[in-house]
């Protein structure tokens, strides 16, 4: 099982990212998958979830209208579109996938959002 994030970076306040979670090793749509988040001195916090086949997502109020969890089941690679970034958005994101009771997690990549 391999999940891979990449696309994170420097973006100013209101800027837009879309980061990519390149996955092998499971059958990636018909498993939940999360995108997460943890900031320094802070906990990790789940910022987006979608459901097996893609039939449903969830988002916490802190991200709800801004970003949006969607994936590509021929690609095997998920993806986070992130709009209308803040500076509290600046943290390291990750995506993870529960398989069987694991969960996997990707390296994680940065995004930091600052003027």
């Known amino acids: 099982v391999q999940l891979v994030e990449s696309g994170g970076g420097l973006v100013q306040p209101g800027g837009s990212l879309r980061l990519s979670c390149a996955t092998s090793?499971?059958?990636?749509?018909?498993?939940?998958t999360y995108w997460y988040r943890q900031a320094p001195g802070k906990e990790r916090e789940l910022v987006a979830e979608?459901?097996?086949?893609?039939?449903?997502?969830s988002y916490p109020d802190s991200v709800k209208g801004r970003f949006t969890v969607s994936r590509d089941t021929v690609w095997n690679t998920g993806y986070l579109q992130m709009n209308r970034l803040k500076p509290e958005d600046t943290a390291v994101y990750y995506c993870s996938a529960r398989i069987d009771g694991v969960t996997h997690w990707g390296q994680g990549t940065q995004v930091t959002v600052s003027s």
């Open positions: 979608m459901t097996t086949l893609g039939a449903g997502t």
């Open positions: 090793g499971f059958a990636f749509r018909r498993v939940y």
